[in-house]
């Protein structure tokens, strides 16, 4: 089964400072991985995507994130972080459901906090 | 803006009282998705539609039933809601169902029951 692991509940990290949420996946065939942040009361927005070419990907408000297939990851990374990135940040990736529809199977969630 | 619309963000009922959320879409999407989140956790999918054809998961209570009137509208039926179906619930839509394109969520109606 195709799953992902966010081995952090929470990430704190100053502001200006560089910030990486991690995430690890298990999929058999290629992978198809997603970030997503979830601000306070709203629904989850789609930050990036890899689905294939560059291992680097840039996605939204400045972040990027690195896949590495030897060490099956896709961290989430920004340079330097801003208190308004503070949210919960979701990694997903595509798994089969059948009758040739494909789902989103999300990782629990990591709670960023940006310290001012 | 194109835009996934969930009314109303805030729903009370009673245990046992049938309470039907509305989501609707201006991105002419095929695939709509219902899912359930609790406390921050990652959210749990209930069920999709694939233009009319309804997907629902496996481990889905019956308790909850969709219907996808056209294109723009989908709903969520709680036939009789219990303590544990306290949560928010997630409306997202994408244009097909290959899972390799991002799918587009509403903000959500938060659910609470008494």
């Known amino acids: 089964a195709q799953s992902v692991a966010q081995p952090e509940d929470q990430v704190n990290v100053a502001e200006g400072n560089p910030l990486t949420v991690k995430c690890t996946y298990s999929?058999?065939?290629?992978?198809?991985l997603f970030w997503y942040v979830q601000y306070p009361n709203r629904g989850l927005q789609f930050l990036l995507k890899?689905?294939?070419?560059?291992?680097l990907v840039k996605g939204s408000y400045g972040f990027e994130a690195e896949f590495n297939k030897s060490q099956t990851s896709f961290h989430l990374k920004k340079p330097s972080a801003l208190v308004s990135d503070s949210a919960l940040y979701f990694c997903?990736?595509?798994?089969?459901?059948?009758?040739?529809?494909?789902?989103?199977?999300f990782g629990k969630g990591t709670k960023l906090s940006v310290i001012p | 803006d194109a835009m996934v619309i969930q009314n109303p963000r805030y729903q009370v009922t009673q245990f046992g009282k049938p309470v039907t959320l509305s989501c609707s879409q201006t991105?002419?999407?095929?695939?709509m998705y219902w899912y359930q989140q609790k406390s921050s956790q990652a959210p749990k999918l209930l069920f999709h539609?694939?233009?009319?054809?309804?997907?629902n998961e496996a481990d889905t209570p019956d308790n909850f039933q969709s219907r996808r009137p056209n294109t723009s509208f989908c709903f969520l039926d709680i036939r009789s809601p219990g303590l544990g179906d306290a949560a928010m619930y997630l409306c997202?839509?994408?244009?097909?169902?290959?899972?390799?394109?991002?799918?587009?969520f509403g903000d959500g109606t938060r659910l609470s029951i008494l």
């Open positions: 997202a839509t994408s244009r097909e169902a290959g899972g390799y394109q991002p799918q587009h």
């Open positions: 997903a990736v595509r798994a089969y459901s059948g009758a040739g529809s494909y789902q989103l199977t």
């Open positions: 890899y689905i294939t070419g560059d291992n």
């Open positions: 539609y694939y233009d009319k054809d309804f997907n």
């Open positions: 991105l002419n999407h095929n695939v």
């Open positions: 999929v058999s065939g290629n992978p198809y």
